[in-house]
């Protein structure tokens, strides 16, 4: 090759890697971009930073008041779709709940520390009023 041919190689190169590190910082921003515009949609439901609930097999506690599972409903569901190669399935991905005193709390596994835990907890101690949404009988909010 010529040296004409070499240095049209070489631009050629840089330029691909240019124009490739231009769209890779491109979707980076994009995807960060989305993904703050659904946090701050997602947080804003969620108590105060730093409130403390914790689940037991007997209540749900928030900020040291306790609520027997039994004093709570359902009044809203959301669900995330897993795959998985050859499968896909639904987890409870948020779980808000009414307490009966009219008190209004949001489960969620992305704003909490232990997060996850927290709404299998719920989940498995709601599940008869967590079940007719899963199988379509009622709406996912009230």
Do not use: C
């Amino acid at each position: 090759m010529g040296k004409a041919q070499n240095g049209g190689v070489i631009l050629f190169t840089f330029l691909f890697v240019l124009a490739f590190a231009f769209l890779i910082a491109y979707f980076h921003r994009r995807d960060i971009r989305r993904w703050r515009e659904r946090s701050a949609g997602r947080l804003a439901d969620l108590p105060a930073m730093g409130t403390k609930i914790s689940v037991s097999p007997d209540a749900l506690t928030v900020e040291g008041a306790s609520y027997p599972w039994t004093a709570l409903s359902v009044a809203g569901v959301d669900f995330e779709l897993k795959r998985a190669k050859r499968s896909a399935w639904l987890e409870v991905d948020r779980i808000r709940v009414l307490a009966n005193d009219g008190k209004s709390f949001v489960l969620d596994t992305f704003g909490y520390t232990n997060g996850a835990k927290l709404v299998d907890m719920a989940a498995d101690k709601l599940w008869p009023q967590v079940q007719p949404v899963v199988n379509g009988e009622s709406s996912a909010s009230a």
